[in-house]
């Protein structure tokens, strides 16, 4: 399935990693300078991006700031079940709370598109 052009500020993506750990894809607008882990370049102040906010299987959250391009190319390719979601769904303050109970103990198993 192609998910050209997203996420945007609609809808997010969601996949898991091989190591069983929810990823979600959520579009930015960079307020600082990141680094993107994918190219080690620069991501620039203003630059629409992608956030990639990890919940682990075990419980915890972490995230960083992708360039699109970079996203596409690297990061999706290495998950697995890739599904659009709405991006209401991926707030990080969702995901924290999410990351502070363990996969199995989450309640509802996976967002509503
Ligand atoms: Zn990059």
Redesign the pocket.
């Known amino acids: 399935m192609s998910h050209d052009g997203l996420p945007n500020s609609r809808q997010s993506l969601l996949g898991v990693s091989h190591e069983g750990d929810e990823v979600w894809l959520i579009r930015g607008i960079s307020q600082k300078q990141y680094t993107?882990p994918?190219?080690y370049?620069d991501?620039e102040i203003g630059e629409d991006h992608v956030i990639a906010q990890t919940v682990m299987r075990l419980g915890g959250t972490e995230h960083r700031h992708?360039?699109r391009?970079?996203a596409k190319r690297i990061l999706e390719p290495g998950l697995n079940r890739v599904k659009a979601v709405n991006a209401r769904e991926a707030g990080r303050s969702k995901l924290e709370s999410r990351g502070k109970r363990p996969a199995g103990k989450r309640g509802r198993r996976t967002p509503r598109r």
């Open positions: 993107c994918g190219c370049g991501v992708w360039h391009s970079c």
